[in-house]
């Protein structure tokens, strides 16, 4: 699979701050290509906001007018890349560090809520899919350079395979976080 990706600067990741537009983002990227008026019903918005926050997405590269559908009344947009990537060296300038944390605190916030609605809808699934199903973690002792390395070689993985197309096959989410455990590295132990 060829996924087309970003890694924002610090000024674009802004626009991502708020965790309305990761879930717009995440919608036209899983759902493809829709109007303000189809986001802000599926999003239970009005259109004025959800208009709004595609522009902002819209001007820092997100988000592209999809110009092969609809006429001069609807604007119809699209994902302009399949994935948000992090640059992962910390911000000496304050201000960039502080975007890049409210930026993290929205995609925890996005992530959160569907693993959240993932949980509600077991129940619903079929017992194949219930078993291709885990909520699970796993703690082990690494240095940052194994880690690191362990984090790439998964997204490797992950980025090299392909997709389905059969009747059967739906978009699957993988989430990753990894991360030392809280109060181990830079706080207190507890």
Same mark, same amino acid.
């Given at each position: /699979?060829? #996924?087309?990706?970003?890694?924002? !600067?610090?000024? @674009?990741?802004?626009?991502?701050?708020?965790?309305?537009?990761?879930?717009? *983002?995440?919608?036209?990227?899983?759902?493809?290509?829709?109007? @303000?008026?189809? =986001?802000?019903?599926?999003?239970? *918005?009005?259109?004025?906001?959800?208009? &709004?926050?595609?522009?902002? =997405?819209?001007?820092?590269?997100?988000?592209? %007018?999809?110009?092969?559908?609809?006429?001069?009344?609807?604007?119809?947009?699209?994902?302009?890349?399949?994935?948000?990537?992090?640059?992962? #060296?910390?911000?000496?300038?304050?201000?960039?560090?502080?975007?890049?944390?409210?930026?993290?605190?929205?995609?925890?916030? #996005? /992530?959160?809520?569907?693993?959240?609605?993932?949980?509600?809808? *077991?129940?619903?699934?079929?017992?194949?899919? $219930?078993?291709?199903?885990? &909520? !699970?973690?796993?703690?082990?002792?690494? $240095?940052?350079?194994?880690?690191?390395?362990?984090?790439?070689? #998964? @997204?490797? /993985?992950? !980025?090299? %395979?392909?997709?389905?197309?059969?009747?059967?096959?739906?978009?699957?989410?993988?989430?990753?976080?990894?991360?030392? &455990?809280?109060?181990?590295?830079?706080?207190?132990? %507890?």
């Amino acid at each position: /699979m060829d #996924v087309t990706s970003i890694t924002p !600067s610090p000024d @674009a990741l802004k626009a991502l701050t708020h965790p309305l537009r990761l879930r717009m *983002l995440g919608t036209l990227r899983i759902d493809g290509p829709a109007t @303000a008026t189809t =986001l802000a019903t599926k999003l239970g *918005l009005n259109t004025g906001a959800t208009s &709004y926050h595609l522009r902002q =997405l819209e001007r820092h590269g997100f988000v592209v %007018e999809d110009t092969e559908r609809g006429n001069a009344r609807d604007r119809w947009w699209r994902a302009a890349h399949q994935a948000t990537m992090t640059d992962t #060296v910390r911000p000496a300038d304050p201000g960039e560090k502080e975007t890049l944390e409210a930026y993290l605190q929205s995609v925890v916030v #996005v /992530m959160t809520q569907t693993l959240q609605r993932s949980v509600e809808e *077991l129940g619903l699934l079929t017992p194949e899919w $219930s078993d291709a199903v885990t &909520y !699970s973690d796993w703690v082990t002792r690494l $240095s940052p350079a194994r880690a690191k390395d362990l984090i790439q070689r #998964v @997204a490797e /993985m992950l !980025s090299a %395979e392909p997709e389905e197309e059969g009747e059967d096959a739906v978009q699957y989410v993988v989430q990753l976080n990894g991360f030392p &455990y809280p109060g181990r590295v830079g706080g207190s132990e %507890e």
